[in-house]
């Protein structure tokens, strides 16, 4: 994982986008110059040279050419492998007895109130909620015979699919009134089933939305038994998780927008849904690192491909109006730190040392400071 920055105005729409790797391009300078010379340097600040500056020869014998010293936005960030793939994983434990007569096929998608699978010809059906089914929903002497958070689910669930209204089970009730039961009856006649207004243990699962199915570890003709896994799956939604080295963390939060680099080297922008708060160790060892998803701000993009190897460009970092020149220009000294050649009036040049801010690999600029460096000077760079 190498740190660069890009230009940025926001995530670009999808477009072709080669892939690339940090690298700061730094010119190194080997300086072998006689006693006189270190003095003149010394005394004077500059550095004569012979021929226009345009195409003067470098202090190692090499071309040379200028480039301007300007102001802009810079922005940093991170480019990380990550996954493509689908968010949430769910395991489906069958809990009723018998044999499995009918099954799902993996890829297939199965949404709240349709058909998961069938035990001796009954089926089971998928419901939306967070609390697994946990026992049999029936209408008592009283409502307040059965409550809790699987019937809030259910009559939830009841209304949303349109066997019955708003007026006849409240908003956040959960209590299995007669309406209840009586809505349980109209889902019981569509599925073909008797009729009872109860729903028996093993005969709905609760899961948070939607079911893309990955596997089927059970098959038809098979006993089923209660307990067992049945198939799994997970969300319609699709996702890229990054393991990101946990020192990163404060860099990234919830909303923040980043690129996505598809396996075809399409670029789709994406936003940051979760960040891992426990930091794991990768098998193998290396550096810790958290989990963070990212969505695709569209969908679409990512096609249908599933466990795809991606690139994620994560910001963190942003200088606004920031003084920046090539990184090309940039002459590492001797006795350290950096500076840059400026070309001055009659061919005359002079360094200028620099302190370094923001690096933008992908459009080869750098964010300096240094003493008399403004906007409109050129620098020295290397002939193209």
């Keep these: 994982m190498e740190d660069h920055i890009e230009e940025h105005a926001g995530p670009p729409p999808a477009r072709q ?49 200028l480039a301007p010293v300007t102001r802009q936005d810079l922005s940093a960030q991170t480019e990380v492998n990550a ?38 010809g009954s089926p089971v059906v998928l419901l939306r909620g967070s609390t697994p089914a946990y026992r049999s929903l029936s209408e008592g002497t009283y409502a307040p015979d059965m409550t809790g958070a699987d019937v809030a689910e259910l009559n939830a669930d009841l209304v949303t699919l349109g066997y019955a209204t708003r007026s006849q089970i409240p908003a956040g009730s959960d209590e299995f009134t007669w309406q209840t039961g009586q809505a349980v009856e109209r889902l019981q006649a569509r599925l073909g089933v ?20 990955t596997a089927v570890p059970a098959a038809e003709g098979a006993p089923a038994q209660p307990g067992q896994p049945a198939l799994t799956g997970t969300s319609t939604t699709r996702a890229v998780t990054v393991a990101l080295d946990a020192a ?47 969505i695709p701000t569209d969908p679409a993009a ?34 350290g730190g950096y500076a840059v050649e400026v070309a001055g009036p ?20 750098v964010q300096v400071s240094g003493p008399g460096l403004s906007a409109g000077q050129q620098v020295v760079v290397p002939a193209l």
């Design 83 to 120: 996954t493509l793939g689908y968010q949430g994983s769910y395991t489906v434990i069958n809990q009723d007895q018998g044999t499995y007569t009918r099954l799902p096929s993996a890829g297939q998608v199965i949404t709240p109130g349709q058909v998961l699978y069938q035990v001796n």
């Design 346 to 365: 009659a061919g005359a040049h002079h360094l200028v040392p620099v302190t370094l801010g923001l690096f933008d690999d992908a459009s080869g600029l």
């Design 194 to 213: 008797e009729q009872t207004g109860t729903l028996a243990l093993g005969q709905v699962v609760f899961l948070p939305a939607a079911v893309r199915v």
């Design 17 to 65: 986008r080669p892939r690339r790797r940090a690298a700061k391009r730094i010119a190194v300078v080997v300086v072998v110059v006689a006693i006189i010379a270190v003095a003149a340097l010394a005394a004077t600040g500059t550095l004569p040279r012979k021929g226009s500056a345009s195409a003067a020869g470098g202090g190692n014998g090499s071309a040379t050419g």
């Design 302 to 335: 990512a096609g249908s491909l599933d466990q795809a190897a991606v690139e994620v460009t994560i910001t963190t970092g942003t200088a606004q109006n920031a003084l920046v020149v090539p990184v090309d220009a940039l002459l590492a000294l001797t006795g």
């Design 248 to 294: 990163q963390q404060s860099l990234v939060k919830v909303g923040d927008k980043v690129i996505i680099t598809l396996p075809d080297n399409q670029a789709t922008p994406g936003v940051i849904s979760s960040v891992g708060k426990v930091a794991t160790t990768p098998q193998g060892g290396g550096a810790p690192t958290i989990s963070v998803q990212v």
